[in-house]
């Protein structure tokens, strides 16, 4: 079935760029999201990009996409210590379009 | 801006009690979700709901759970026996449609079984 792995814990200082990495097994055609958890709340959905797709941005983030190594990254530019929290790399499958399967969360913690 | 909203924040439970976790999906959604994490692990898919029915489900889910919206605004997860392991933080989420479109989670609950 699918996997999605992530490193567990990512340290930078206010202003640097982030870059958090994914990887999945599964190459079918898939949606790809990332997801923020700040201490005591849900998960938000920070972005999403399909599979025929290489790159996303939305302001302060890219999404960067490697099919042929089943890669994904999240890149915060300027990062802030607001940023600091667990991101979720997830992911839809053709073969299960309703259940997102989850990567482990890359702590992120921003220093000043 | 529209949110799903989940009751109680916290449960503490006895094993073999059961326990009603409920959530207030974003009102013009049809498909509901139920995902846990137990602590140190992934969030992991439970179920999908549709029409007033279960459209997939995971191995987790067996006859111990159930789901529910019994009225237009609450979808429920009920566990009828609740064991030391059900111990995690449960997720509700809904999306408009059903296939990729985006699933918007809640807060969660983090359900204690002692």
């Known amino acids: 079935g699918e996997d999605v792995e992530q490193s567990l814990f990512l340290s930078v200082r206010e202003g640097d760029s982030s870059v958090i990495n994914c990887t999945y097994t599964d190459s079918s055609s898939t949606y790809l999201y990332w997801y923020k958890q700040e201490p005591g709340a849900g998960l938000q959905l920070l972005t999403y990009?399909?599979?025929?797709?290489d790159m996303k941005q939305d302001q302060r983030l890219t999404v960067l996409l490697n099919k042929k190594d089943k890669h994904l990254s999240l890149r915060i530019a300027d990062t802030q210590t607001g940023d600091s929290a667990i991101y979720f790399c997830a992911g839809v499958w053709n073969t299960g379009f309703q259940k997102l399967v989850f990567g482990t969360g890359t702590r992120l913690l921003v220093s000043p | 801006e529209p949110e799903v909203t989940q009751t109680p924040s916290h449960q503490v439970t006895q094993m073999g009690q059961e326990v009603i976790l409920r959530c207030v999906p974003i009102s013009n959604h049809l498909y509901f979700y139920w995902y846990r994490q137990i602590l140190g692990q992934k969030v992991e898919f439970l179920v999908s709901?549709?029409?007033?029915?279960?459209?997939?489900k995971s191995e987790i889910f067996d006859d111990q759970f159930s789901v529910e919206r019994p009225d237009g605004s609450n979808f429920t997860l009920k566990i009828r026996s609740t064991k030391l392991e059900d111990s995690a933080m449960y997720f509700c989420?809904?999306?408009?449609?059903?296939?990729?479109?985006?699933?918007?989670f809640g807060p969660g609950t983090r359900l204690t079984v002692l």
């Open positions: 709901f549709y029409n007033n029915e279960i459209s997939e």
């Open positions: 990009i399909f599979s025929n797709m």
């Open positions: 989420a809904s999306s408009e449609g059903g296939g990729p479109d985006t699933q918007y």
